[in-house]
């Protein structure tokens, strides 16, 4: 990097927080609609805004007023598998707010997502359907955009969903490759985007659909990069150097600690089988999703649905931007936690639990000497 790209790059960074201190509080949620029965619910989002040191806000009001965030792994929109071609309208809006980090500790932070959740919502389609998406942005600083994995053209949409403050913008593009694909946000700088929560899934099935599972849920990977160390209360002001050097403070399911622990634990009962759509928005790190005390059955690689299913796997690998499916088929009662087996990673807040209910079945797992 010359020291002129560097000079003028933390000019840039300089000029953004000016505007930062001198905007307006956040902006209201606002509502968003979808033609197709994946709920696009409630907004939000914002541009390249970045803190370079300083302290952290108190845990006062600004902590009780922040909004959660978290999107509940079980919402995801049915199978579009079987039906007729449609052309499949979906709504986003970015807006940037107020979300809970670590409700306990009363950590908040400024979160740019996609209909006020992090991660936005599951985009459910069949492969050969039309999509027309449009991205409203209700930020208050700066631009927004979205590349779709699934997209094929340039950007992935980017440059034609390219919105600013208060702009509407529409694309249209063919679903014709199967497979479980990342959207985020590609407005530069695309990783402080992505970090803040503009991230999702999109999943093209393919024409007769996934093979019928009893349960499914929605799981996203994320990083938080903060100035404070982790378990900091108030106020937590995102890190551009730490984001450069690729240094998180958090790792977070689904956008905060105690996303799928105390607020959303998933729930599954005995001999079920068990779909969790899973991602990485990053935007730097790769994940080992693994499940303790499971050997998943099924794990549809890179989440390819033209490739057949590893079997009999414990522990999976997922880049940032890439996405796989894991199933698996608990037999005995209790609590199963969902880990990156990187497992540091658990002491910064990354764990979901997976409850498990029914029958035990001592002749397969039971304390104490063989009988």
């Known amino acids: 990097m010359s020291n002129r790209w560097n000079h003028g790059f933390w000019i840039s960074v300089l000029l953004t927080l000016v505007l930062v201190v001198t905007s307006s ?62 052309i499949v309208r979906v709504s986003l809006v970015a807006q940037e707010l107020e979300g809970k980090l670590d409700p306990v500790l009363g950590a908040t932070y400024e979160y740019w997502t996609f209909n006020g959740k992090v991660p936005g919502p599951m985009i459910r389609v069949r492969q050969g359907d039309t999509v027309e998406l449009t991205l409203r942005n209700d930020g208050r600083l700066v631009s927004h955009s979205i ?62 659909g996934l093979p019928r599972v009893d349960r499914e849920f929605y799981v996203m990977q994320g990083e938080i990069y903060t100035v404070e160390d982790i378990g900091g209360s108030g106020h937590q002001k995102m890190s551009l150097p730490k984001l450069m050097d690729e240094r998180p403070e958090y790792f977070v399911f689904n956008g905060a600690v105690g996303a799928l622990t105390a607020q959303h634990p998933m729930h599954a009962k005995v001999g079920e089988t068990v779909r969790i759509f899973f991602g990485v928005g990053g935007p730097n790190l790769i994940s080992a999703p693994h499940v303790i005390g499971q050997v998943l059955t099924q794990v549809y690689n890179e989440g390819s649905f033209t490739s057949p299913p590893l079997t009999s796997v414990q522990t999976t690998v997922v880049p940032p931007g890439g996405a796989t499916i894991i199933e698996f088929k608990p037999m005995v009662p209790g609590s199963y936690k969902l880990v990156d087996h990187a497992l540091v990673r658990v002491a910064r807040s990354l764990i979901g639990s997976i409850e498990v209910s029914g029958p035990p079945h001592p002749e397969l797992f039971h304390e104490g000497p063989a009988q």
């Open 147 to 208: 590349d779709l994995h699934a997209a094929l053209g340039p950007g992935g949409g980017m440059e034609l969903t390219e919105a600013k403050q208060g702009e509407t913008r529409t694309f249209t593009f063919k679903a014709i490759v199967p497979g479980v694909f990342v959207y985020h946000c590609g407005t530069n700088l695309a990783a402080q985007h992505i970090a803040n929560g503009m991230y999702g899934l999109i999943v093209v099935e393919p024409p007769e």
């Open 25 to 86: 509080g956040p902006s209201a949620l606002g509502q968003s609609s979808t033609a197709m029965s994946a709920r696009m619910s409630a907004p939000d989002s914002s541009h390249v805004m970045a803190s370079v040191g300083g302290t952290q806000e108190p845990a006062t009001d600004q902590a009780q007023n922040a909004v959660d965030i978290v999107r509940d792994p079980a919402d995801v929109p049915p199978s579009p598998g079987g039906r007729p071609l449609q």
